[in-house]
Every structure is written in C-alpha cells, then in structure tokens.
C-alpha cells in the first residue's frame, strides 16, 4: 500500500505541476489529486518540493529513454537536426517541458531549488555529448565545435525553450529556430567528414580517374 500511495502521490504531483503551476501545487491540492491524506507526502517525501522532483524524476527517466530510442539511428547532422525536432515535439506534447518549466521559474525565487535542477540536468548533458561525439566526433567540425560545448549550448537553448513556450503561444518562433537548424545542416555535411573518410573518398576518386583514362 505504501508503494502504491506513493506511485499516486507523483502521478498527482506531475499532474497539478502541469496543469496548475508550481505556484498551485500545495500539499492540499496535491492531496485532493491524488486522493490521499496531504500529510502522507511529507510521510513519504519530505516536503512538496522533494515530491514534486520525483515527479519530475520519473518524467526524466521515461523521456531519456525514449529520446535515446529517436537519436539511435541519426548518423548524419540533417539526421539530427529531425531528430532533435521530434525530442522537443514530444516533450511539448508529454507535458516534460512545463514541468521542467515550472521548477526553473520557481528556482528564481528560491535558491535552494538550483541545485537540485542542476544535478538533474547533467544526465541530460551526458547523453547530448555522448550523441554528438557520435555523429561528429573526430570531423573538423568537432574541431571547431567541441560536442561537450555543442552540448552546453543545446541544453541552455533547451532551458530557454521551456520558458519560452510561455509566451511563444502558437509556437511559431520555437519552431522556426528548429525549422533553420534542419536548413544549416546539410550546408555543415562537409565539416563532418571525417579526416580518413575523405582520404579514402579522394583515393577512390583517383583510381576512378586513371581507370576511366
């Protein structure tokens, strides 16, 4: 029962972080959500911030695991360029980017919340640079653009994006910023071939040459 309670008290926190904001998200509401004793989550948690981060942390989890799924097959940057459209589609549309959101916006306020989002973000940052390293690693454009600083900059867009989506309504400036990576990148092809690659591309052509003399 303690388990079950406790799966119901992150769903409902999820929920009313969602739906209602971090500012409506009380032990009271969340309780009422969730259909329990509100003093079941300082039982269980803590507090409602510490609940509000397992909702949070559960959402993570299943979008990480998903995002990895869309980027598994991207081996090209137009390739993930569409994929990285479809990660910040599907976690518009799943609800991740308003509770992510929502617990940056509170962070302003509160300091102590910073941390906690901080640590939460760096497996984030990992499987960004460990993707990148895959698609571009060893190209002069990793030269020129490391996949660790390409990785801070995805994930400070990324945290811009999440409080954008506030004021960008239709979504029409979010999804031009996306829609200018997909037309750059087939323009960047040539700074992803890697050194050997080239070599072995530019020896073949040779050979095709004398051949065909």
């Known amino acids: 029962m303690s388990v079950e309670t406790k799966e119901r008290l992150i769903t409902a926190a999820g929920t009313v972080l969602r739906t209602q904001g971090y500012g409506k998200a009380s032990a009271r509401t969340i309780g009422k959500e969730a259909g329990v004793n509100s003093a079941l989550i300082f039982y269980h948690f803590g507090g409602v911030d510490a609940l509000l981060f397992a909702a949070l942390d559960r959402s993570s989890a299943e979008r990480l695991e998903q995002h990895a799924a869309t980027v598994a097959g991207a081996r090209t940057l137009e390739e993930l360029a569409a994929a990285a459209t479809r990660v910040y589609r599907d976690d518009l549309e799943g609800g991740h980017i308003t509770l992510l959101s929502e617990l940056v916006a509170a962070a302003v306020a509160k300091p102590e ?21 895959r698609v571009i690693g060893g190209s002069p454009l990793a030269r020129l653009m490391p996949p660790r600083d ?35 990148a087939p323009r960047a092809k040539l700074l992803t071939v890697r050194p050997a690659a080239r070599w072995r591309r530019a020896r073949g052509f040779g050979r095709a040459r004398r051949a065909a003399g």
């Open 113 to 133: 919340l910073r941390e906690e989002i901080r640590v939460r973000v760096d497996p984030w940052l990992a499987f960004m640079e460990e993707t990148l390293e």
């Open 150 to 184: 390409l990785a801070n900059a995805a994930v400070t867009f990324y945290l811009g994006v999440n409080l954008f989506t506030v004021l960008d309504s239709d979504l029409s400036r979010t999804e031009s910023v996306f829609a200018m990576v997909r037309r750059l």
